[in-house]
């Protein structure tokens, strides 16, 4: 397709927006809603980090397990597993006002999503041309982003108020569900020949591998530092925002409701939904380095935490960095997805951004 968007794909992109518009649901608001239920910030807090962590035990494990035993079955277990678990949470968890019990189902279900859309990045891998592996990569973040960011926000943003914020959690099962209906309809099974006919003990080996390649290959191990340093407001935002701008409590001035905090979570991926497509067809092209997009990512880091403290700036900022926010994190993403650019400027690169008049195209 002229856009770049894999054919091919095009049902497992709409599965990761639906699937991820469920998981995404109660992003903005469940961290306010456990607090109204009686328990301290701090325990709202600890279940979103132990959801985090299981999450990023199924994303080191998603990989190898999808390329064992089939990026659509791994996707299908994720999915089946995450609609199972919000059950028990919803029925039994919340329900029973036991912390403990929330807290572990809370962060079991975080292996469901990784498992989902991760999987589907070894399908794409598998599948998409090395060429237009970047370009496909900027349509799954995109897919992604729309999911968990615009749809995920601004839905319960407007159901909060017609059904509470339990009631919006039930609403986030049916797009779930239908995620995995559109997975196990529509998007095609692949097959390893190298990995079928490997015995249990090798099969073992190759899921240690997930590990060890941090150690025997420094770009990989670079690389997840620099996603880490991405996701530590991106993630860090939804649990300390709806607690510091909805209420009184934790030094905040109850400046907006729950649901106007949602819109403006939404509009970031909004952002983020053009920045994806963007770096992912034109990164390469336009010789922009990581290293520039790294700096730059860094620095909005740096205001947002100002921002934390500050929150008149938050109300007059927050869009303008968001939109720097994004268009470097998701510049830097693409970039690397298929090998791109170093991140050592070249004196070319330099003098390209420095001096464009100056700079013919290359033959």
Sequence with gaps: MSIGLPRKLLAGFIAIAVFMTGDG????????????????????????????????????????????????????????????????????????????????????????????????????????????????????????????????????????????????????????????????????????????????????????????????????ALAAVVRVICNLTLYGFPVIMPLYLATHTNGGGAWFEVSQWSQIWGFQFVVTVFGNVFWGAYGRPLRLDAADALVRVLGVRARHAGHVLHSPLLRRQYGADVRRRDCARSGYLRLRADGGPSSRPTPRSIRARRFPHTISPPA
Excluded at 55 to 83: H, N, T
Excluded at 204 to 218: C, D, K, P, Y
Aim: charged residues 10%.
């Design 25 to 220: 649901f109660g992003l903005t608001f469940l961290p306010k809603y456990i607090v109204d239920q009686g328990f301290s910030s701090s325990q709202a807090s600890l279940m979103f980090t132990m959801y985090g962590l299981m999450a990023a035990v199924a994303g080191w494990a998603s990989g190898v397990l999808a390329e064992m035993f089939g990026a659509k079955r791994i996707m299908l277990i994720g999915a089946i597993s995450w609609i199972c678990l919000h059950l028990v949470f919803l029925t039994m968890a919340l329900p029973s006002g036991s912390y403990a019990l929330m807290l572990a189902v809370y962060a079991m279900r975080g292996v469901g999503y990784p498992l989902f859309i991760y999987s589907f990045v070894v399908l794409i891998s598998q599948t998409v041309d090395p060429g237009k592996l970047a370009t496909a990569m900027g349509w799954f973040w995109t897919s992604y982003s729309f999911g968990i960011g615009v749809f995920g926000a601004y839905l319960p943003s407007f159901t909060i108020g017609w059904v509470g914020e339990y009631g919006s959690l039930w609403l986030s099962l049916p797009f779930a569900v239908a995620g995995l209906l559109i997975c196990l309809a529509l998007v095609p099974s692949t097959r390893n020949e190298k990995t079928e006919g490997m015995s249990a003990t090798e099969k073992f080996h190759e899921l240690s591998r997930g590990a060890t390649i941090l150690v025997e290959n420094r770009q990989i």
